[in-house]
């Protein structure tokens, strides 16, 4: 890795950092189902700050997409916890928000406080090895 864009990878998490923020309101308000995908737009946010950073964006809203692809990337094998924390927050990208998903009912009616503590104790998970990373990167850099 010979260059590495600082700021942009700080700017893409100081986004998901706010957006971790509004998980938490949305989960003190008892909006369990925008907690849910907050979490997810956390994650993404932040594997897509490492990605912006050594200069290999991508779109995409699949975390396990978007984890795989910055494993190859940066030559590296994320750690099972950060594999499974994608694996469940890919889940709340759709379901979390469209009414269609559902045969009956709303996404409001199907998420509960604990898949909402879940989710953000998983985002933040994924936060803390995106940061370590960085750091590793940045030495070698």
């Known amino acids: 890795m010979s260059y590495l864009d600082d700021a942009e990878f700080e700017r893409w998490m100081r986004s998901a950092l706010k957006t971790l923020e509004s998980a938490r309101r949305d989960l003190e308000f008892g909006d369990y189902n925008w907690a849910c995908f907050k979490a997810h737009q956390v994650v993404e946010k932040a594997l897509k700050a490492v990605l912006w950073g050594v200069g290999k964006p991508k779109i995409g809203h699949s975390l396990i997409h978007l984890l795989n692809y910055l494993a190859e990337s940066v030559g590296m094998e994320p750690p099972e916890e950060v594999v499974h924390a994608c694996t469940v ?38 936060i803390d090895w995106v940061r370590e990373l960085w750091r590793g990167l940045s030495r070698k850099g």
Do not use: C, H, Q
Request: glycine share 2%.
């Open 89 to 126: 927050l890919s889940k709340f990208y759709t379901p979390t928000r469209y009414p269609d998903v559902w045969s009956e009912g709303i996404p409001e009616e199907y998420y509960s406080r604990n898949e909402a503590e879940e989710a953000i104790k998983l985002s933040m998970r994924v």
